[in-house]
């Protein structure tokens, strides 16, 4: 069969570059003028934002003569740090023990692992929540399988409101402040009662305990944002959402793609649901009636000349790669207990153990290796040469459980949700963010937004380059951990086909390529046939390909990927066509992300990612989102738990300030009271006017205290009292002037005194009571006696 003929003038007609879209038309956007397009097929951001219906997979063509090499089991993860903490009580939290444990029990406590709960331990959160009297013992013990059967019990229908009374019903009554404590941590940290069923949803429409809550910013309205902002709604919260761009979600982007009567939705950004078990959009899946398409695990890998890798040395090479970490490891372990705060790249050190033991010298063992890199700066969105050896897998003991799944329709039907009826003011970039203790006031698009707190969302990109100025400047402490934590890039190619040439029977495929430095460049395909609702094929671009990736035009890259596509397949006498349509990515070029995921890079660590998390100005601006997430960083769910992490911190910093007004009005009431208590017997009194005299002076010049009682019927109280400091001998001369209105001229004209509330008193006037409270406390005590 002749190779198809070279049609790339054609794909001007189809290929659009995606940062054509309205959110980022910026002049220095688009130096290059081949990325200028048809209007007709450029990625408008109305277009972009609309999920497609569900349809079934067009598999025109799906069953290849030639089956294609042997399959190998891949997965976009990361390994081997559990090593390092081999012998940590985390470790071993992670792990129930279930011998003696009744079988209920134990998968209660299963479910209670696979959300981030220890296993016979509290977390930080429940702790500082104070929901035992006293760590460790049986109220504990009790607590958490308390605490585990509340969560069971709702996990097995979240469909439905789990109320108080229901969580109590089948724990003995004796243990009612236990539920007490574990409903109200679960349901104020979003445990339990999340998510989008229309129960959940008409619940969380006031709050939970009918108390008005303070006034919040929310600045981005990416998946960290839109969870909060729906959880401080349900808590009685007041909040408003600024957004950049013209659409909810941020990184999550689903392109609604179509021609010649073809149709699919491509997710451009966030895509992949990485371990279901736990999973809040698992629950959100259920909750909308959403099927999940699992990630079928395998990966035939192939040659640059479109032939099948050999199978024994894929497993040999997939074998060394994997020795290589662990040799890796080990180096780490040795050198972080021996030398502290010692890192190197993990690049550097794998390639130093891959000269040692002389690993992949041939031509197709060092493809195959190179495979596996790229594949490790895909899961990283960052070069071998910038990720840290020590802690670049810091996250893996807390990694969700599960097969990896796919939303048919794309991720945009989750944000589109959770949008829905929140108050987002879009086209509103946030220039600005002013806080003290009166509040917060953000700037954006020439408008000033004010609130008692502000929740941050940007991404990590967005904070490394400055575009928000924060007033006071951010602490030193979180600026270095901004500049430390890695913030890196992934691309993608999505091509709409008019039919599937490539088949239905595997969801992923791989391209090996002789040029290390290009090794992430179309590395790995993902069909999305089966989920998208047509012919889709997406190519992923990693490590310093796709930096250099941006610089390329979409239709040059489209190009390439045609070109690696009919190797593979024109051998086998399979056609490809060219796509009806075509998108690139530019997601380091977005002016509201720069970049895509977060990384722990050299000399960074696991603990950068808790900075990031903390408040500053004393609990007045938060910050969530995935680079703030140290257990699930660069994933959705990260970001998702991190709104609902910080609409927690939230909630307890207002409780916090409410008691302590609380408190200081009550203080200020029983001053009040002590103050007229002492004004019952005064020195002096003459018309509206009372004096009390210092107990321990005679001297007429010294300080004496003076009250003036105002009558009112539009008064509360029926009275108004205000008092003054003056001198002994300024009284006897006030109280020999007849009527209150000119005793209240000589007060202010001759005297210069000016009255004031009770907390308005000077030190000198505290004092002064503070020594008449104990004289006359001597008194009473001397008449007693």
Not at 744 to 767: A, Q
């Amino acid at each position: 069969m002749e190779p198809p003929q070279d049609t790339s003038e054609n794909l001007n007609d189809v290929v659009s570059d995606d940062d054509s879209s309205p959110e980022n038309t910026n002049p220095e956007d688009h130096e290059n003028p081949s990325t200028t397009l048809d209007p007709h097929i450029s990625d408008t951001q109305d277009e972009s934002s609309d999920p497609v219906a569900d349809q079934q997979p067009q598999n025109t063509n799906s069953n290849p003569a030639d089956p294609g090499p042997p399959v190998r089991r891949r997965r976009r993860r990361k390994r081997f740090f559990t090593e390092l903490i081999a012998n940590s009580s985390l470790s071993k939290n992670r792990r129930p023990r279930v011998s003696g444990l009744a079988k209920e029990m134990d998968t209660e406590a299963l479910i209670a692992v696979s959300v981030g709960f220890p296993v016979d331990s509290l977390t930080e959160e429940e702790i500082e929540a104070n929901v035992v009297s006293r760590i460790g013992g049986q109220e504990q013990a009790n607590y958490i399988v308390v605490r585990n059967h509340i969560l069971a019990r709702w996990r097995s229908n979240v469909s439905d409101w789990l109320t108080r009374e229901h969580a109590l019903a089948a724990i003995r009554a004796e243990h009612k402040n236990l539920v007490d404590a574990a409903y109200n941590f679960l349901l104020e940290h979003g445990y339990i009662n999340f998510g989008l069923s229309p129960a959940v949803k008409e619940a969380k429409l006031k709050s939970f305990d009918g108390v008005e809550r303070a006034n919040v910013v929310i600045v981005g309205a990416g998946l960290s944002g839109l969870v909060a902002a729906r959880q401080l709604v349900s808590m009685g919260f007041k909040v408003v959402i600024l957004e950049g761009r013209t659409r909810p979600g941020g990184r999550v982007k689903t392109r609604k793609m179509k021609g010649d009567g073809v149709v699919a939705a491509a997710d451009l950004g966030g895509s992949v649901l990485t371990g279901i078990n736990g999973n809040p959009f698992g629950v959100l899946a259920r909750q909308m009636g959403l099927p999940l398409h699992k990630v079928r695990d395998i990966c035939p890998l192939y040659l640059p000349d479109g032939k099948a890798v050999d199978a024994d040395v894929d497993s040999r090479i997939e074998v060394s790669f994997n020795k290589l970490l662990d040799r890796v490891c080990k180096l780490r372990h040795s050198m972080i207990e021996e030398v502290k705060s010692v890192d190197v790249p993990l690049g550097t050190a794998l390639e130093a153990f891959r000269n040692v033991y002389k690993v992949a010298e041939d031509s197709q063992e060092s493809m195959l290796l190179n495979w596996h890199l790229a594949n490790l700066e895909y899961a990283n969105a960052s070069l071998m040469s910038n990720l840290s050896m020590a802690y670049w897998d810091q996250d893996d003991p807390y990694e969700m459980g599960g097969d990896h799944c796919f939303i048919p329709g794309g991720n945009e039907r989750f944000v589109r949700a959770l949008a829905e009826d929140l108050p987002i003011f879009y086209g509103r970039t946030v220039q600005s963010v002013r806080y003290g203790v009166d509040g917060v006031r953000v700037y954006a698009g020439g408008q000033e937004f004010c609130g008692d707190m502000a929740l941050c969302t940007v991404p990590l990109g967005v904070l490394k380059a400055g575009s928000i100025e924060f007033v006071p400047e951010l602490p030193q402490r979180k600026n270095d951990a901004i500049q430390r934590l890695g913030f890196g890039l992934l691309n993608k190619v999505a091509m709409l086909f008019p039919y599937n040439f490539w088949g239905g029977d595997i969801d992923t495929f791989g391209h090996l390529t002789e040029d290390p430095s290009m090794r992430g460049q179309f590395f790995l395909f993902y069909s999305y046939s089966a989920m998208s609702g047509g012919p889709l094929l997406v190519a992923l671009v990693a490590g310093d390909a796709a930096i250099k990736f941006e610089l390329m035009s979409p239709v040059e890259s489209v190009k390439r990927v045609l070109h690696i596509l009919r190797g593979i397949f024109h051998p086998k006498g399979i056609v490809v066509p060219d796509p009806v349509q075509a998108v690139c990515t530019r997601w380091g070029k977005d002016r509201f992300t720069y970049g895509s995921y977060s990384h722990v890079a050299i000399g960074s660590s696991g603990d950068d990612y808790d900075i990031l998390a903390e408040s500053v100005g004393d609990d007045r601006v938060f910050f969530a989102g995935e680079a703030t997430n140290k257990q699930y960083p660069a994933t959705m769910h990260g970001a998702f738990l991190s709104g609902m992490r910080e609409a927690a911190n939230m909630l307890r910093v207002e409780r916090r300030r409410s008691l302590n007004l609380s408190n200081k009005v009550s203080n200020d009431f029983e001053k009040c009271d002590s103050l007229n208590q002492l004004f019952e017997n005064p020195d002096l009194t003459f018309g509206s006017f009372s004096a009390l005299y210092d107990p321990h002076s005679d001297d007429i010049g010294s300080h004496a205290l003076i009250r003036v009682k105002f009558q009112g019927d539009k008064l509360d109280s029926g009275h108004l009292c205000l008092y003054g400091l003056m001198t002994k001998k300024q009284i006897i001369q006030l109280s020999e002037v007849n009527g209150d209105g000119n005793r209240m001229n000589m007060l202010h004209r001759n005297f210069g005194v000016k009255l004031v509330g009770r907390k308005g008193l000077s030190n000198i006037g505290e004092s002064l009571i503070s020594r008449i409270k104990a004289a006359k406390f001597n008194q009473n005590a001397g008449e007693k006696t």
